[in-house]
């Protein structure tokens, strides 16, 4: 049986070690069957080998993370609906490096004034920065500009290619983040459960 929002809180807040933290998320997170694909399990790997033969990657390095996952979003105390975004986290350290190399070359041409960029193209260029030394890439959070290069790639073409009924997981849209490892995805994870459980009440904080 899935856990609900109500057990999932009450979990979280029982629990206070690194330790304990790191294997809740393990277990509720990045374990498991989706929720969005619950009792269609040929129809997830269906879904992970065409992502995975598309970027040229390993089946297990394609997963579902967030409410597509949990079957509700802890963040926003919400449950699963049409409504929401099915994301897809591809564990590679090939394709984050590919992702970098297209930065390097996007950096070059901003120092020799080649390309002009807004003050919020800016601002979310140097947030992308940032989450690239935490070893994550959401392409669709980068600079417009920078996006005209990466839709070149097929990389947003190929995500819309698999969205609103187009794929396995249904009527949904789908969005995709480059992780560098394994070991990104869970750090990237255990920070946003931790920050849930900040948010808890003191009430439900007693143990």
């Not at 940032?130 to 392409?139: D, N, T």
Request: with cysteine; hydrophobic share 35%; aromatic share 14%.
């Amino acid at each position: 049986m899935r856990i609900t929002l109500e057990q999932f809180k009450t979990t979280l807040a029982a629990i206070n070690s690194p330790v304990e933290i790191a294997n809740f998320c393990r277990k509720t997170v990045l374990h498991g069957t989706p929720h969005v694909f619950e009792g269609r399990e040929n129809d997830f790997f269906d879904f992970r080998s065409r992502i995975a033969q598309n970027f040229g990657i390993s089946f297990h390095e394609v997963l579902i993370t967030g409410s597509g996952q949990l079957g509700f979003s802890p963040h926003k105390n919400t449950m699963f609906s049409l409504d929401s975004d099915i994301d897809v986290a591809l564990v590679s350290e090939k394709l984050f490096e590919e992702f970098i190399e297209i930065a390097r070359s996007y950096q070059m041409q901003l120092r020799r004034a080649r390309r002009s960029i807004t003050e919020h193209e800016q601002q979310m260029y140097h947030q992308f920065l940032e989450y690239s030394v935490l070893g994550w890439i959401r392409p669709d959070k980068l600079p417009t500009s920078f996006q005209v290069s990466l839709a070149k790639n097929g990389w947003f073409e190929f995500f819309k290619s698999i969205s609103y009924e187009r794929s396995e997981v249904g009527n949904y849209k789908v969005n995709g983040g480059v992780f560098r490892s394994y070991r990104h995805l869970e750090l990237y994870t255990i920070s946003g459960i931790q920050s849930v459980r900040e948010t808890l009440t003191l009430s439900e904080l007693k143990p």
